[in-house]
């Protein structure tokens, strides 16, 4: 029987990117690119490539659980449903609350909010959407009146000039990063601007880099509008026809920004690099601004949106073919979230909570018996009401605030003192799943069928090709199961996931343009007819789908119209503000945070790929090498990171590409994978006022050296006992897990101690080996001739090569091979491949360097040739250039 492969997205970013996913009867499942989805017509970046490496079960909550027993499904959903109706009768329903995702599909969503908002009659849902793109949202809505992306990836293809803003594209949004080093090479001449703090491998494509001051983006661009003012850049014909507010936001660009070497100064970068980046923007009439994470996480976030949208709308460079601003979301449906009105202070189907007719419209067509009549708490505010005791039951469905909240311990600690925790999720062992009272088991990626809408408003189906693991359910399934016991049933009794989808998309198009002025951006009417098997052959589509267009909507605001009462869009006056906290002498230098190429959020999935985990295996803290001497670190040697909110331990990095007084630190990491290495328990809580959306990248901290008595690693085929360890991070491995180490106390006897930590059983071969003045310790534990853990001690963090020890688990051990555990080395015959750059491949670095300068290689696609790296999903290419650079001087010198 010929097999065919199930066509469905990539369940991590918001690039929202095609996949083929074809699982074989030996239960295999193989991944590639769909070459049909417009999203990447067949490319994948490295997460996408490994997505087969994470559908094994191991981990799952595959069965409820009540105060950590397991229970039945009814058993559950009663506790559920009793524990909600209880709070709610002696408390009201501003007591309870959901903290959902940007992970659900737009039906989860959908059955969530219209439960809150319309039968709780709360408005206390809230996503962790709000701590990626709320400020988008908001500013979005104060210049277009509505919350609207306008164009499409085409886009990207079709700019002459594109900046990137606060995104490191490559790692963030690699195959959209792929689509611009495509178009660059087609177009050598397209220019590149990137504006970042930090020299990221974005960087690498880029004609400009402006590596402004953090923070300073607002200043930068209400330059740039009152440039465009002095130097024949406005459109003053758009301006007059489609836009308010422009002599306002003008007058506090000049107010701010009054000239090149001030905007220069505020923002710390070259009078000649701000005057290039004017220049271009200026001349260009097709250019795209891409901006992410590092507009929106901030305390004036709304305000750099609409700093850029500003420019935009002064040029009239909207609406057309290559050009507009172009808000890119970090969560596969984050879009799909703000649709269903999964944040708080949104009614569904981009209607407003503090508008009565939208109320009274919303509320007829759920058949709703109350409806929230005022906006509900937001992410941070809503942690904080739990923590007072307002919020009594908490519903958290797909998403790990315990990780991912700032100052996140005081999430955790809030959570235990809440007298309700209900967890929904399709893992058993979270930071959060801890705090539950009740756990229910989710389906995930490939077992549940829905929609997502990715950053350009293309909604895709997600479909099943995996069988239903335990008795896990798909979140809709859970949700409406409870809205039932709590006498809603007549409202949710919903068959599958098309019948939400249908009713989701008739809400879009309900009473639609009853009235002048009230025409909606987000209208799906057109498939709110669907019938079963036209929503499982749904081909990806933008939205608004409607009458007027039946086949989608590449592009927003072609004719001019906006979605205000007036029609025209707003220009919003900006007066730029430094982050809300300073930096000061406890605490010199700004934290930033952010993602790393190969992990995704709290690594509860990339964490299972043994390839992915090769990349980084332990937290980092990128340092500029002033700072880093200022406190005596070198590159690997270990930092402590200190908030006033919290600590963590961190590998430096140390790195010219990250300015002085900046220190990076990605996000993934958590106390499942590390001890001590949770960034966002030092992130501050701080908020921007219009969005809620908190600054996750600028806290101060100060970095100190932390020097234990011992550094180590371990590689074993089961997990460590750890419970003495002061700094462990493990990492996922085929057939066995990585581990780094570091204790403050040496071991009275490192034998026993070794024994202890690797769980070494009496069977099998015991080598060690103890230099006790060098203080170096090795020891390995060998069963049927084949490597079943071992660890390797030292004084200082120079600790032997590891990735040759890693080839050892998969065969029988020969003489040699035995010798070189415990001397400590590779033997010549194993040679030390490095870190892998090339997860595809899983290239590493020392091969690619060997190679490079063995064979004279000149070109990444030589070096493609040789060894593969490169040539699949093509993340890894930015490092083999910069490889590549390193090494040729070598052999060219040679
Ligand atoms: Fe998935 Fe990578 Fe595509 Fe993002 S860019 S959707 S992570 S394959």
């Known amino acids: 029987m010929i097999e065919l492969p199930v066509k469905t997205t990539c369940p991590y970013c918001g690039v929202g990117c095609g996949i083929l996913a074809l699982t074989r009867e030996d239960g295999q499942v193989e991944i590639q690119g769909d070459p049909d989805h417009p999203a990447n017509y067949g490319r994948l970046c490295s997460k996408g490539v490994t997505l087969a490496e994470t559908v094994g079960l191991q981990g799952r909550l595959l069965h409820p659980e009540i105060h950590g027993k397991r229970a039945t499904w009814d058993q559950a959903l ?8 209880r709070v709610m009768r002696e408390h009201g329903p501003e007591a309870v609350a959901f903290y959902v995702s940007g992970q659900l599909l737009t039906e989860d969503y959908y059955v969530a909010n219209k439960l809150m908002k319309g039968f709780i009659g709360s408005a206390n849902i809230d996503t962790n959407s709000r701590l990626c793109m709320a400020s988008s949202v908001a500013g979005h809505k104060r210049a277009f009146g509505s919350d609207t992306v306008p164009g499409c990836y085409e886009d990207l293809e079709l700019a002459e000039l594109i900046v990137l803003v ?15 080093v495509a178009a660059k090479k087609n177009n050598p001449a397209r220019k590149i601007v990137v504006i970042d703090p930090r020299r990221t491998v974005t960087c690498e494509i880029a004609d400009l880099h402006l590596a402004l001051r953090p923070g300073s983006d607002a200043a930068l661009f209400n330059g740039l509008l009152y440039y465009l003012s002095c130097y024949g850049g406005v459109n003053a014909d758009f301006l007059e026809a489609h836009t308010e507010g422009y002599a306002d936001a003008l007058r506090a660009a000049r107010i701010s920004s009054p000239s090149i070497p001030a905007v220069a100064k505020y923002c710390g970068v070259s009078t000649d690099k701000v005057a290039l980046f004017f220049q271009l923007f200026t001349r260009t009439d097709k250019t795209l601004t891409v901006y992410s994470q ?26 057309r073919p290559g050009m507009g601003p172009f808000s890119v979301t970090g969560q596969p449906n984050a879009m799909g979230g703000r649709e269903v009105g999964g944040l708080a202070n949104q009614l569904a189907a981009h209607m407003e909570l503090d508008n009565p007719e939208h109320r009274e419209r919303v509320r007829r067509f759920w058949h709703a018996p109350r409806i929230a009549s005022r906006p509900g708490l937001k992410a941070v505010d809503l942690f904080r009401a739990v923590e007072a005791g307002r919020i009594k039951a908490l519903w958290i469905m797909a998403t790990n605030p315990a990780v991912s909240l700032p100052d996140a311990d005081r999430a955790g600690a809030a959570l235990k003192r809440c007298g309700l925790v209900v967890v929904s999720d399709c893992m058993r062992n979270t930071d959060t799943t801890r705090f539950a009272n009740v756990l229910l088991p989710a389906l995930t990626w490939g077992e549940k069928e829905g929609t997502v809408t990715n950053s350009e408003r293309r909604i895709s189906r997600q479909r099943t090709f995996l069988p239903k693991p335990g008795v896990a359910q798909p979140d809709w399934w859970i949700i409406t199961q409870v809205a039932q016991r709590m006498g809603f049933a007549a409202e949710f009794t919903y068959e599958s996931a098309a019948t939400i989808f249908r009713e989701h998309a008739a809400l879009s198009g309900f009473d639609a343009a009853k009235k002048q002025g009230d025409q909606r951006a987000f209208n799906i009417s057109g498939l709110a007819e ?10 990806p589509i933008q939205w608004p789908v409607a009458a007027a267009a039946p086949a989608g909507t590449s592009r927003l605001f072609t004719d001019g119209r906006f979605f205000t009462v007036s029609g025209k869009a707003r220009l919003i006056p900006i007066a730029p503000r430094r982050p809300a906290n300073p930096t000061d002498a406890g605490y010199p230098l700004v934290l930033n945070t952010g993602r790393v190429r190969d992990h995704w959020h709290t690594m509860t999935r990339t964490g299972k790929s043994p390839r992915l985990a090769m990349h980084d295996l332990e937290p980092y803290a990128e340092l500029h090498p002033d700072d880093a001497a200022t406190i005596g670190a070198q590159e690997q040697a270990l930092v402590r990171v200190i908030s006033r ?7 430096a990095h140390v790195t010219s590409d990250q300015q002085r007084g900046s220190v990076f630190v990605p996000m993934h990491w958590n106390d499942q994978f590390a001890h001590r290495a949770k960034v966002d328990a030092l992130v501050s809580p701080v908020t921007d006022p219009i969005s809620g959306q908190p600054e996750s990248k600028h806290t101060p901290v100060r970095v100190e050296l932390y020097q234990p008595a011992w550094y180590g690693f371990a590689l074993a085929r089961r997990p460590l006992v750890l419970n003495d360890i002061d700094y462990w991070v493990s990492a996922g491995g085929s057939d066995f897990l990585r581990y780094a180490l570091a204790g403050e106390r040496v071991p009275r006897d490192w034998a026993v101690w070794a024994r202890d930590l690797l769980s070494a059983s009496e069977q099998g071969e015991w080598l060690d080996y103890l230099d006790n003045r060098g203080g170096r310790y090795r020891a390995v534990h060998i ?5 079943d853990a071992c660890v390797f001690i030292a004084p200082t963090f120079a600790l032997p090569p590891r990735a040759w020890l ?16 415990l001397a400590g080395r590779p033997g010549h015959s194993q040679p030390d491949t490095g870190a892998i750059v090339c997860a595809c491949f899983a290239v590493g670095q020392h091969t690619l360097a060997t190679a490079i300068r063995q064979n004279h290689l000149r070109s990444t696609e030589e070096m493609g040739v040789l060894l593969k790296a490169g040539t699949n999903c093509g993340s890894c290419l930015p490092e083999l250039k910069a490889l590549l650079a390193e090494c040729v001087d070598d052999w060219v010198q040679v």
Not at 294 to 312: F, L, P, R, W
Request: net charge negative; charged share 15%.
């Open 166 to 180: 606060g995104s490191n594209t490559a790692w963030c949004h690699p195959v959209l990063f792929q689509r611009l």
């Open 294 to 319: 590092g507009i929106n996480q901030s305390s004036s976030g709304t305000d750099k949106v609409n700093a850029i949208i500003n420019c935009h709308l002064a040029t009239g460079r909207i609406g």
């Open 78 to 85: 009663d506790y559920v449903a009793q524990g909600f109706l």
């Open 783 to 787: 069963i049927d001739n084949r490597l």
């Open 645 to 651: 909110f919290g600590d963590m331990i961190a590998r």
């Open 806 to 821: 890693a080839a050892l688990f998969g065969k029988e051990l020969t003489s040699s091979e035995r010798m070189s555990l």
């Open 530 to 539: 669907l019938s079963d098997i036209a929503y499982e052959a749904l081909a």
